[in-house]
């Protein structure tokens, strides 16, 4: 039974004596969105992403790089000229990553996150410090750069910017995050 059946015509009529007058109230409030597809769309495409950088990276692949003298690439549409540059330091790096204490896995989402990231803040020249230690990322670390169809060209670091545990690359930009 509802409490609005529960009452006498009586109860309802000293109600409305002793209220007043009244009118109905007016929805004009905006209720907001549910936000919860929207994290859930963030999520997924950040998720996509991650999976989309990680897969450029293979353990398996094994580049034809020079062994011989300082460890350089140049992408064939590239002109070698930049890697000169790259090693002479005309170029200071606008983002570094630092691998050490990572193991090879956290390594490899560190560059994937951080050839992302040069997408997102517009960043040319990139150094990554792997450090030498037991040459495992000093070893790796180029494997994985060659596979990314982003980096145009790496060269050994220059001193100033780690020496020989470190790679200095230049990333090709794109506008789709402007």
């Excluded at 009244?22 to 769309?41: A, C, G, M, N, Y």
């Excluded at 460890?71 to 000229?81: A, E, G, I, S, W």
């Excluded at 040319?124 to 230690?133: A, D, E, S």
Aim: hydrophobic share 35%; net charge neutral; charged share 30%.
């Amino acid at each position: 039974m509802k409490l609005k059946d529960s009452l006498t015509l009586q109860e309802k009529q000293l109600f409305k004596d002793a209220i007043g007058k009244v009118k109905p109230i007016v929805q004009d409030k905006i209720l907001p969105s549910k936000r919860s597809t929207e994290t859930k769309k963030l999520i997924k495409e950040k998720e996509s992403t991650q999976q989309n950088a990680e897969f450029y990276f293979s353990d398996d692949f094994e580049p034809n790089l020079n062994q011989q003298g300082p460890l350089k690439y140049t992408r064939d549409d590239v002109d070698t000229f930049e890697t000169k540059k790259l090693r002479r330091g005309d170029y200071a790096p606008d983002l570094i990553l630092d691998l050490h204490g990572l193991d090879q896995q956290q390594a490899k989402l560190e560059i994937a996150a951080l050839l992302f990231a040069c997408q997102k803040e517009h960043a040319h020249c990139i150094c990554i410090v792997h450090g030498l230690g037991s040459r495992v990322l000093k070893n790796k670390v180029p494997h994985w750069l060659v596979q990314h169809p982003d980096v145009m060209a790496f060269h050994q670091a220059p001193l100033e910017w780690g020496g020989n545990g470190a790679i200095l690359a230049l990333v090709e930009i794109e506008d789709k995050f402007s």
